[in-house]
């Protein structure tokens, strides 16, 4: 008679972590949770204060106690309803010069940017510095400029001039060419100049090579600047303020503030439901732009 023996089964002991204390664990990465916490409550509140004062028809902006006391849309309705100023119209003229400068100013940076990066012509260098030198200088500097220029511009071509949309987006144009030349310059940089090469043998011309194989590649670049574009045009005031005279033909930023501009007055829970309108364009574009964003930014950060 046999005897079978059984082996013996071995555990595996595995060594529980140690917990650490909670002074070493706020040392090395607690603060860092709480610095985060702070950041994000200091950037919601604002918006949400402004929130709570487009819901709230009995209060002003400056005389809410607490935070949606009162919830309803009456502010937003008399915002539609009000004859003298034309919110929807408003609303309209933003988003098209928002996506007309946009449009252009992405089409007309990346077209420089593509000579700049690929093209060796006399004066290049100069006009590499001469447009990181105009970033130095804000586009306000010239609003007493532009408003002589416009005003001439007027007697001669009335629809360039002051009170036209067009003679503001030529305006926008201007300002905005020189730090997205800059910014696209330095992406186009990244693009291998082998493709180019490989391109011209086959017979290809800087057009073909431009439209059919560098736009597809600096994708990234192009959604970048169209959102930055887009988001600054639709808060500008002041270079707005000046060329547009007709309350028609005013953009968001200029006739909201027509709302406010008596100090005493109670139109800030109406403002404020004009601001939360005036900001989901924005928020739409940078949510469908996200993706591009983080590349087109790094990316571009290389030397030219």
């Avoid at 005897?3 to 060594?15: D, S």
């Avoid at 707005?240 to 100090?263: C, E, I, K, N």
């Amino acid at each position: 008679m046999s005897t079978t023996l059984q082996p013996e089964t071995t555990r595996t002991l595995v060594p529980q972590p140690k917990r650490r204390p909670f002074g070493v664990w706020f040392k090395d990465k607690g603060w860092r949770h709480l610095v985060g916490v702070v950041v994000t409550l200091f950037a919601v509140f604002p918006l949400l204060y402004v929130l709570s004062a487009a819901l709230n028809s009995n209060g002003t902006l400056a005389g809410t106690k607490g935070l949606f006391t009162q919830v309803d849309i009456e502010n937003f309705v008399k915002l539609f309803n009000d004859p003298a100023r034309p919110f929807g119209r408003w609303f309209m003229n933003t988003l098209i010069i928002g996506v007309v400068t946009s449009a252009a100013t992405v089409f007309l940076g990346a077209m420089a940017a593509y000579a700049f990066s690929r093209m060796r012509f006399t004066g290049r260098r100069v006009g590499l510095l001469s447009l990181l030198l105009l970033q130095m200088f804000p586009q306000l500097l010239a609003v007493v400029a532009i408003f002589l220029l416009l005003s001439g511009i007027s007697d001669v071509i009335p629809a360039l001039g002051l009170g036209s949309q067009l003679g503001l987006i030529m305006v926008y144009l201007g300002g905005a060419l020189g730090v997205n030349t800059y910014l696209m310059y330095g992406f186009f940089n990244t693009v291998p100049q082998s493709l180019d090469e490989a391109a011209k043998i086959d017979g290809a011309s800087h057009v073909q090579i431009f439209f059919g194989i560098i736009l597809r590649l600096v994708t990234p670049i192009l959604a970048v600047v169209a959102l930055l574009s887009f988001i600054g045009i639709s808060s500008e005031f002041v270079i707005a303020s000046v060329v547009l005279t007709d309350p028609d033909s005013q953009t968001l930023a200029v006739g909201l503030y027509s709302f406010v501009a008596d100090t005493r007055s109670k139109n800030w829970g109406i403002f404020s439901a004009g601001a939360v309108l005036a900001a989901v364009p924005v928020m739409a574009l940078f949510l469908f732009l996200q993706r591009y964003i983080v590349s087109g930014l790094v990316q571009g950060g290389v030397k030219g």
